[in-house]
């Protein structure tokens, strides 16, 4: 079992920076993928990022790429998510969660959810 808790979300302008955190807790932590995900107001729930479980590999889905990076801390359970860049359409509930799946994209090969943080990015 794994408990996530997000936080690092708020309010911010277009051309921005914010760094998202999941600090886990439970058991082997270090035995699961994580996953960023986020969902707009009426929208489907859409993969972010994802961090392999030493963060040696990270993979991105294309509207992020290059702008955002994932990376893990191990040693205090802790998965972080750095946006730069912005843009309005970054908007939305941002969920981290655990999975045993290597290479996992879709929601569904994720276990373990975190209650989410909002982000809001201004125009």
């Known amino acids: 079992q794994v408990q996530l808790v997000e936080s690092g979300g708020g309010l911010v302008q277009a051309g921005g920076s914010l760094r998202l955190s999941c600090a886990a807790s439970?058991?082997?932590?270090?035995?699961?993928?994580v996953g960023w995900f986020r969902q707009a107001p009426g929208m489907e729930r859409e993969f972010v990022a994802r961090?392999?479980?030493?963060?040696?590999?990270?993979y991105y889905e294309d509207s992020v790429k290059g702008r955002s990076t994932i990376s893990r801390d191990n040693a205090k359970n802790t998965v972080y998510l750095q946006m730069n860049s912005l843009k309005p359409e970054d908007t939305g509930v941002y969920y981290c969660?655990?999975?045993?799946?290597?290479?996992?994209?879709?929601?569904?090969?994720?276990?373990?959810w975190g209650q989410g943080t909002q982000v809001t990015v201004s125009s």
């Open positions: 961090v392999s479980r030493l963060g040696a590999h990270t």
């Open positions: 969660a655990a999975s045993r799946v290597v290479s996992a994209s879709a929601s569904q090969e994720y276990d373990y």
């Open positions: 439970g058991h082997s932590f270090g035995s699961y993928t």
